[in-house]
């Protein structure tokens, strides 16, 4: 009997103890939705998002032998609320005949065919130093692709011109104004009429409202870095995040997981189109083993 009498008393003691931990997780509670306000929770749960979305950039320099796409389908495919610009280069441009050859002309039509893909044909400008109509020359063949071969997904809709100048000069821009026109006014570049130019490096801010948008960094990870990585980007003149493209190669393996999510975070804040690949060889000529976590996390919100 007075064993039972000890037991009583221990139970009426552990539930008094638990009556006042509540109690005091009560209280707890209470204090923290006075001394944090909902905005600030929000902040902190906003925190863990990738930041507002932007394309992925393909310099598609791969040969379309079969299956050589593949991989760049596949993630078109299965993220269909992601925006890809591809870059199509035949031979240094269109190549030297009216269409591309048949590995060209049979792998074209399919990624043109997917909504969220936008085509676009290399074309070189030599820093504004090659004679213009050999460049007017290559836009007005891919334009002509659709028709001389006869199938409408047969096409780009828009030019990529690469080596464009850095430099400010009056008749560097009037090069870059007539060419942006041409591809503006060419029904076979449509519906788009696209334009990117790639200094590779911020240009004269005078030059970004000749073109959709501009590749302002086409560099290493390691160079990316000492240039202050995003913050580079952020104080480029008269420019808007809408008008700036990204390309950063040789990402060194170790670079995964958060560190990885957290690079491509940076990016899409301050760039709409962005390229990221661990390869330091051949980058735009093959898939990188990380190249399916890269799509992944440019589809996250």
């Not at 199509?88 to 030297?96: A, E, F, L």
């Not at 580079?232 to 493209?245: H, K």
Request: charged share 20%; hydrophobic share 40%.
């Amino acid at each position: 009997m007075g064993q039972g009498k000890h037991v009583r008393e221990d139970r009426r003691c552990l539930r008094s103890r638990r009556s006042r931990l509540v109690a005091v997780a009560l209280v707890l509670v209470a204090l923290l939705a006075i001394v944090i306000p909902p905005a600030v929770v929000l902040t902190l749960h906003n925190n863990s998002t990738m930041g507002p979305k932007a394309s992925v950039f393909v310099p598609l320099y791969v040969y379309p032998a079969p299956g050589a796409w593949e991989p760049l389908e596949k993630v078109v495919s299965a993220h269909r609320n992601v925006n890809f610009t591809v870059v199509i280069n035949p031979g240094s441009g269109p190549g030297p005949n009216a269409l591309p050859d048949a590995n060209y002309t049979r792998e074209i039509p399919k990624l043109a065919s997917y909504g969220n893909v936008r085509l676009l044909g290399y074309v070189a400008t030599t820093y504004a130093q090659r004679n213009i109509s050999l460049v007017r020359r290559d836009i007005e063949t891919y334009a002509a692709w659709p028709t001389n071969g006869s199938n409408p997904d047969l096409a780009v809709r828009g030019i990529f011109f690469d080596e464009t100048p850095q430099q400010y000069d009056d008749s560097t821009l009037a090069y870059l104004q007539e060419l942006t026109a041409l591809v503006k006014t060419t029904s076979g570049l449509g519906p788009d009429h696209f334009v990117v130019h790639n200094p590779g490096v911020i240009p004269d801010s005078r030059y970004l409202p000749t073109a959709d948008s501009t590749v302002v960094f086409e560099a290493t990870y390691d160079t990316f870095l000492e240039r202050q990585g995003a913050r580079l980007f952020e104080n480029i003149p008269n420019s808007t995040r809408s008008q700036l493209c990204a390309v950063l190669h040789s990402v060194p393996d170790s670079v995964d997981g958060h560190q990885f999510r957290d690079l491509v975070k940076q990016m899409r804040k301050v760039a709409d189109e962005i390229f990221i690949t661990h390869l330091s060889t051949d980058y735009y000529a093959s898939f990188g083993g990380q190249w399916q976590e890269f799509v992944d996390l440019m589809a996250k919100s």
